[in-house]
Antibody, heavy 120, light 107 residues
Framework: EVQLVESGGDLVQPGGSLRLSCAAS????????MGWVRQAPGKGLEWVAS????????YYVDSVKGRFTISRDNGANSLYLQMDSLRADDTAVYYC?????????????WGQGTLVTVSS | EIVLTQSPATLSLSPGERATLSCRAS??????LAWYQQKPGQAPRLLIY???NRATGIPGRFSGGGSGTDYTLTISSLEPEDFAVYYC?????????FGGGTKLEIK
């Protein structure tokens, strides 16, 4: 069974940092693009970042460029999101998602999400 | 950035009825469009990708269509478990973008 389990969400002050992790199991992690999508409380979905299989390509939404870094460890079957200079509008549930093998940039499946709250 | 506009924002229907949800893009997405379903307290689930392909395990009552800038998700006969929020997403250009969602509620 494919599983994605996020961790690392927390309450952090504006300007602070946080590192999210996503543990993957049930599939060959190194074969897939992976991504992060967030959802602010009561709002819609927003793509945050994606990374290709060998880490040679990373992509970000403009609002997080220069502040967030997506990375992966294929040996550990893990995806990460380093979040620096956090702002109140970064408050959201952050989902880790695998991208479709034969048709990348569609997200399937998703983890259960981890909540990041940025507040003083 | 490609903006996706979903309509209606809320759709009130009864079980057994047909639902048609719309997603309009600010420029052509060349059929590179997907649909997701999200139920309260759950992560989204991929339903349709590349405009009309059902994802694994998705029932046949879900279908997608469209081209250029206009796309639809159709649920042929609503089941109680289909009442949820639906999002479209494009992958034609970076950044990947989602529509604002359509809430399908029980009438």
């Amino acid at each position: 069974e494919v599983q994605l389990v996020e961790s690392g969400g927390d309450l952090v002050q504006p300007g602070g940092s946080l590192r999210l992790s996503c543990a993957a199991s049930g599939f060959t992690f190194s074969n897939y693009w992976m991504g992060w999508v967030r959802q602010a409380p009561g709002k819609g979905l927003e793509w945050v970042a994606s990374i290709n299989q060998d880490r040679s390509g990373t992509y970000y939404v403009d609002s997080v460029k220069g502040r967030f870094t997506i990375s992966r460890d294929n040996g550990a079957n893990s995806l990460y999101l380093q979040m620096d200079s956090l702002r109140a509008d970064d408050t959201a549930v952050y989902y880790c998602a695998r991208q479709y093998l034969t048709s990348p940039h569609w997200f399937d499946p998703w983890g259960q999400g981890t909540l990041v709250t940025v507040s003083s | 950035e490609i903006v996706l506009t979903q309509s209606p924002a809320t759709l009130s229907l009864s079980p057994g009825e047909r639902a048609t949800l719309s997603c309009r893009a600010s420029q052509s997405v060349d059929s590179q469009l997907a649909w997701y379903q999200q139920k309260p307290g759950q992560a989204p689930r991929l339903l349709i990708y590349d405009t009309s392909n059902r994802a694994t395990g998705i029932p046949g009552r879900f279908s997608g269509g469209g081209s250029g800038t206009d796309y639809t998700l159709t649920i042929s006969s609503l089941e109680p478990e289909d009442f949820a929020v639906y999002y479209c997403q494009q992958r034609r250009n970076w950044p990947l973008t989602f529509g604002g969602g359509t809430k399908l509620e029980i009438k």
